[in-house]
């Protein structure tokens, strides 16, 4: 699996534990080794000006992301086409903000943001409730069981 981090923001982030997250959370969702992801953390000013040029809403965001080739996730007989799953961006200063005010750390709003944004690329969505449900359901295992795994480590 192809996944590649950039940090363009002044904060540093624990860039390894990203990529581990990226891993585990897209093997558990079966998506073929060879699909291709990149991160990119990015500062306030960066973030407002995609948040508004793309969704059309002002001020910086947390995380957006950007599908490429629409990969679904796969089963485990049948694991997605390889492919290019697509871009996520995130803002640390943004997730900092939030994470003081859920009361967790920095780094644990970040890989909560990245799968969010992963589960995003392969086309979950939390406009209806029904989706909402599922979508928040998964990116909750998908922590848990990644967190439970880092303790193995």
Same mark, same amino acid.
């Given at each position: 699996?192809?996944?590649?981090?950039?940090?363009?923001?002044?904060?540093? +982030? $624990? @860039? &390894? !534990?990203?990529?581990? *997250?990226? #891993?585990?959370?897209? =093997?558990?969702?079966?998506?073929?080794?060879?699909?291709?992801?990149?991160?990119?953390? +990015? $500062? @306030? &000013? !960066?973030?407002?000006? *995609?948040? #508004?040029?793309?969704? =059309?809403?002002?001020?910086?965001?947390?995380?957006?992301?950007?599908?490429?080739?629409?990969?679904?996730?796969?089963?485990?007989?049948?694991?997605?086409?390889?492919?290019?799953?697509?871009?996520?961006?995130?803002?640390?200063?943004?997730?900092?903000?939030?994470?003081?005010?859920?009361?967790?750390?920095?780094?644990?709003?970040?890989?909560?943001?990245?799968?969010?944004?992963?589960?995003?690329?392969?086309?979950?969505?939390?406009?209806?409730?029904?989706?909402?449900?599922?979508?928040?359901?998964?990116?909750?295992?998908?922590?848990?069981?990644?967190?439970?795994?880092?303790?193995?480590?």
């Amino acid at each position: 699996m192809s996944i590649e981090i950039s940090n363009e923001s002044a904060i540093p +982030v $624990d @860039e &390894a !534990a990203l990529q581990r *997250l990226a #891993v585990y959370a897209l =093997d558990q969702l079966h998506v073929h080794p060879d699909a291709d992801l990149a991160i990119v953390l +990015v $500062d @306030e &000013a !960066a973030m407002e000006q *995609l948040h #508004v040029q793309w969704m =059309d809403e002002p001020g910086p965001t947390d995380v957006l992301s950007f599908p490429m080739d629409e990969l679904r996730p796969g089963t485990e007989d049948a694991v997605t086409p390889p492919g290019l799953l697509g871009d996520i961006v995130l803002c640390p200063q943004v997730a900092a903000a939030q994470a003081e005010t859920a009361g967790h750390s920095l780094l644990e709003e970040l890989l909560l943001l990245t799968t969010h944004g992963i589960l995003h690329l392969l086309g979950f969505d939390h406009a209806e409730p029904e989706e909402e449900k599922e979508m928040f359901g998964l990116q909750r295992d998908l922590l848990v069981g990644f967190a439970l795994d880092e303790r193995r480590r």
